[in-house]
């Protein structure tokens, strides 16, 4: 999986999106970078906030005393709309947040898998890698298992290594 992000050719660039000191601001960038997009995307990522994945988008915002990368992967709007459905995330959540630190959310701008990241030793590697499984995990949710909560374990097992 790569960054693929794209913006409008001959557009004036944009006002800065993401408030952040320097030091996120070009850890995202590099972030991008790492994870194969152009020096425009890396930049625009950075403006942003925002890193898009060949099949995923994924937020981030840093925590108030900037240690840690707050992550959100979208899902769609109508993906915990059923009762079921929300049981079995609540279930899920309730795992994922111990064994993984992922958790099911549901706010203004819809459904979304939350992570937290600590950068205080984490590795653009470590970091890269954690969006990638955060992203992966998004997708196979959205794939519309019957049992979200067991989809969402097992996902998240095989691609943390457990």
Do not use: Y
């Amino acid at each position: 999986m790569s960054a693929v992000l794209t913006s409008p050719a001959g557009t004036p660039p944009l006002a800065q999106e993401l408030e952040a000191s320097p030091r996120v601001l070009s850890l995202i960038k590099d972030l991008a970078l790492f994870l194969g997009a152009s020096i425009e995307q890396a930049r625009e990522a950075s403006r942003t906030g925002t890193i898009a994945l060949e099949s995923r988008s994924v937020a981030l915002v840093p925590d108030a005393d900037e240690q840690a990368l707050i992550m959100a992967a979208p899902l769609p709007a109508d993906c915990l709309d059923d009762p079921a459905r929300r049981v079995a995330a609540l279930r899920a959540s309730t795992r994922l947040i111990l064994q993984f630190g992922i958790v099911f959310a549901r706010g203004f701008s819809g459904p979304q898998l939350l992570c937290r990241c600590p950068l205080a030793s984490a590795s653009l590697a470590v970091v890269g890698q954690t969006i990638l499984q955060l992203a992966a995990l998004a997708n196979a949710v959205q794939a519309g298992s019957a049992s979200t909560g067991e989809l969402a374990i097992g996902q998240a097992g095989r691609s943390h290594g457990g």
